[in-house]
């Protein structure tokens, strides 16, 4: 390849042969840009939302409603990301976002999938941010997923999820602790 064509080329962090449009339990972290804290602040160990945080909150309460084969388990808004926890079933339902016209070629997004949903509650996000006058929100590009292979691993994951906002002043991706680091 390139050095120009390498620049722009990048890998995809998901499974080269997993359906990610069947069923199964699925952790998911999405960021915004730059990890810029705009979902609210940490005061006395709770999570307080800005406008753009319960409308990030919002959404994910309501991906069930645009996408009936999915089940939401714990989630948390955060204030520079999300973690949630999505469950794909085998029921079939009307999809919010679905392109109607010939797909991306380089997107390969298959519908009822996990990359579908997450590309229209982002986009449903950034709709609603930007038509409250919020037109700085944006969110980092991609998504971090992770397969739940067995009940065990989703009891630490719901546990994990539910323990964020109490770590977040020890959170590496907490930019006082990224900028204290990068001092050192």
Request: net charge positive.
């Amino acid at each position: 390849m390139s050095d120009t064509l390498e620049k722009f080329h990048r890998r995809s962090i998901r499974l080269k042969e997993y359906d990610y449009s069947q069923e199964g339990a699925y952790f998911i972290t999405i960021c915004t840009y730059e990890r810029e804290c705009v979902f609210g602040n940490i005061v006395e160990e709770k999570m307080n939302l800005s406008s753009i945080g319960k409308i990030a909150d919002e959404c994910w309460v309501k991906i069930p409603e645009h996408f009936p084969n999915v089940q939401l388990d714990e989630h948390v808004v955060m204030p520079n990301h999300i973690h949630g926890i999505l469950c794909i079933t085998d029921r079939v339902g009307v999809q919010y976002i679905e392109p109607l016209q010939r797909q991306n070629r380089y997107q390969h997004v298959i519908p009822k999938s996990l990359g579908s949903i997450i590309r229209s509650y982002k986009a449903a996000v950034t709709r609603i941010s930007h038509r409250n006058k919020s037109l700085e929100f944006k969110w980092q590009r991609d998504y971090y997923e992770h397969i739940i292979r067995n009940e065990k691993e989703l009891i630490r994951i719901r546990q994990y999820i539910a323990d964020n906002v109490l770590r977040w002043f020890y959170d590496e991706e907490n930019p006082i602790n990224v900028k204290n680091r990068s001092r050192g």
